[in-house]
């Protein structure tokens, strides 16, 4: 992993270099090659350069200096929305509406979705849908043939580089001129013209030379990014591949019937051991995995993820083993390589079944989390494809139209899953046990998101009724002890949630003073950008408006229970950090982010002074600051 680590920052680190060379060597050498020759290969959308003006104005006025919210899925449904518009009128199918109203959704979803991997998604959508729009615009027809998209999509991709040339340039009356000097003629008139009315008209209005004077300290923030933006949309948005029916390049000729038939062979046995290991002890009896150390609650834990990679991954390779087998004339060949990866695709059938007794087998145990409802919904995604592959494989008059119009459907449907369905409110609303005792581990409730806020009542009276129990014992024992650290942490993270969405929603006032901000006339940056309006979400500020309807429970009560929590701790001396690390650091919680400002406490061995014997701030101290600083009341009344 360290050596993988290593190659992965060495590609990131090289890759702008890689670029830029790759750029100056594509410049240089198309020079030389005939320029209408090269100009069958460009389009000029007529109404490209008022897009890209929308798209620079949609994105200084929404997306510049904010988080996401609702203004970043207002500047990228504008984006989804301009690529359109860029299609001719014979492009505008069903298929690029459709791409068109998803792309819409998923940006505007990013504003109503509080859920970090929901937003993820849904701008991984938004990008594959402009990619999706411009890639079918630059296409003279759609061939729904895989050879045939592979290699449109190839030369797409290598168009986007030897087209650098050519933008800027003009070629007028058959002779080529550059665009350079006629652009910076262009730009400097513009730009004296925009000087000398912004100084006369700051001169007229103070108010107006206020908001000059902000915007110039931007200007610069501002141009990079336009930039950054509309070149990558005006070059991907002027490439175009000419229809060539009688063209007969095998895109995948660098791919050998052995550099496919081997790994498959090699994949099949792997799979197949490992199937024979998951009948014996998932599908069998709970006594044979002592041996190797693990109970069975243990082992239905690992291995769901990676079971969903792993036959993603065979999902790919069945496909392109499946199109090299159309393009071999040899039979003998032919047969060997369709049969194993008919085995293959069983076999990755199979997986699939592994990982979902995995699913029902934890969510029984544990109860939902992130990972199960999302990875469920994709193991469906994954057993269409297997099932579209085996058809395609088993069918010869099976047309690949009808697999990438199922994988299609499949696709949107997940989408709109994950956004339909509020999956942090589906985890809230069935059972949560956690890993002790089956006690509800409100821990992990009040760490999913906003979406999740109607689960935060229950927790405070959850643990307001487990804590009149337990705070009658003078000594915990081990198994209290993880009960009493899921009740202190629960609470400690709808705090913290509480008091960012009062940064956020609240008056500045409010935000001064959970910041500690009150002798300062400005909040910090991060602060100012969190608070704008295009950084709003709607699903957070409903959060913040229940909270602020029940202050009673929200700010009240929960202050005294974080309070009482505290104190026993104080009061009967005792360290927790191994638990809490344990909860906070070592649990691993695939796509929930912890972003607690709350830190375990190190050590208690000495309470004479601020520091004990080993430089450690003892845990009255630590405990103690946190109240001050989080404005809670030492004593509760």
């Not at 099976?398 to 696709?411: D, N, P, S």
């Amino acid at each position: 992993m360290f050596f993988l680590n290593i190659m992965i920052a060495i590609i990131i680190g090289l890759s702008p270099a890689l670029v830029v060379g790759v750029v100056l060597y594509v410049f240089f050498t198309q020079k030389n090659r005939p320029y209408a020759l090269e100009q069958q290969y460009v389009r000029k959308p007529a109404l490209i350069m008022w897009v890209l003006g929308a798209i620079v104005l949609m994105l200084n006025i929404f997306a510049y200096d904010v988080v996401a919210g609702i203004g970043v899925g207002v500047f990228f449904a504008s984006i989804v929305l301009s690529v359109f518009f860029l299609m001719k009128k014979e492009q505008r199918t069903l298929l690029s509406y459709i791409i068109l109203l998803v792309g819409i959704a998923a940006a505007v979803s990013i504003g109503v979705r509080a859920n970090g991997f929901v937003q993820i998604i849904d701008a991984i959508t938004v990008g594959i849908s402009i990619g999706l729009l411009s890639f079918i615009g630059s296409l003279e027809k759609i061939t729904w043939d895989g050879i045939v998209l592979i290699r449109n999509g190839f030369d797409y991709s290598k168009r986007l580089f030897f087209n650098l040339p050519l933008i800027v340039s003009l070629q007028e009356d058959g002779v080529q001129k550059s665009r350079v000097v006629s652009i910076l003629k262009t730009t400097i008139l513009a730009l004296i013209a925009f000087f000398i009315f912004v100084e006369l008209l700051s001169a007229a209005d103070p108010v107006f030379a206020q908001i000059v004077r902000e915007l110039k300290e931007q200007a610069f923030g501002r141009f990079v990014l336009s930039l950054f933006v509309i070149i990558p949309i005006y070059v991907f948005n002027t490439v175009w591949i000419p229809l060539k029916p009688q063209e007969q390049r095998d895109p995948l000729k660098s791919l050998s019937v052995q550099d496919l038939y081997v790994p498959m062979l090699v994949i099949v046995g792997l799979v197949g051991v490992f199937i024979f290991v998951q009948i014996k002890y998932l599908f069998g009896g709970h006594e044979s995995l002592a041996d190797f150390g693990y109970t069975y609650s243990e082992y239905v834990r690992k291995g769901f993820v990676e079971l969903i990679i792993a036959s993603a991954i065979g999902g790919i390779i069945s496909y392109v083993v499946y199109l090299k087998s159309r393009l071999l004339t040899d039979l003998r060949q032919k047969t060997s390589l369709v049969a194993v990866n008919i085995l293959m695709i069983t076999e990755l059938f199979m997986l699939l079944l592994s990982a979902l007794k995995r699913d029902l087998l934890y969510v029984e145990v544990y109860g939902l989390t992130r990972t199960r409802v999302i990875g469920g919904a994709f193991l469906v995604w994954l057993a269409g494809l297997f099932i579209m592959l085996l058809i395609l494989t088993l069918e010869k008059k099976a047309k690949e139209r009808l697999f990438f119009i199922v994988m299609g459907i499949l696709t949107v449907v997940f989408v709109g899953f994950i956004n339909v369905v509020n999956i942090d409110h589906f985890i809230v609303s069935y059972s949560k046990p956690s890993d002790y005792h089956n006690e509800s581990d409100y821990y992990y409730v009040n760490i999913l998101s906003e979406d999740a806020r109607q689960g935060w009542r229950d927790s405070i009276t959850y643990v307001s009724n487990a804590w009149d129990t337990l705070s009658q014992k003078d000594k915990l024992t081990e198994d209290q002890l993880k009960e009493f650290t899921n009740l202190k942490l629960s609470m400690v993270a709808l705090l913290e949630k509480r008091e960012a969405l009062d940064v956020k929603y609240g008056s500045e006032q409010e935000a001064k003073n959970i910041l500690g901000y009150l002798a300062h006339e400005d909040l910090p940056t991060s602060i100012i950008q969190k608070r704008r309006f295009q950084s709003y979400n709607l699903s957070e500020y409903m959060a913040y408006r229940m909270m602020q309807d029940d202050k009673e429970l929200f700010y009240t009560k929960l202050n005294c229970m974080v309070s009482d929590i505290f104190n026993y701790q104080i009061t009967n001396k005792f360290n927790n950090y191994s638990n809490e690390g344990n909860v906070l650091f070592e649990t691993d919680r695939p796509f929930v982010m912890n972003s607690l400002k709350y830190a375990p406490t190190s050590s208690f061995d000495s309470l004479d002074g601020v520091f004990n014997s080993r430089g450690f701030r003892d845990v009255e101290v630590n405990l103690g600051n946190y109240l001050m600083e989080h404005h809670i009341p030492l004593q509760c009344k």
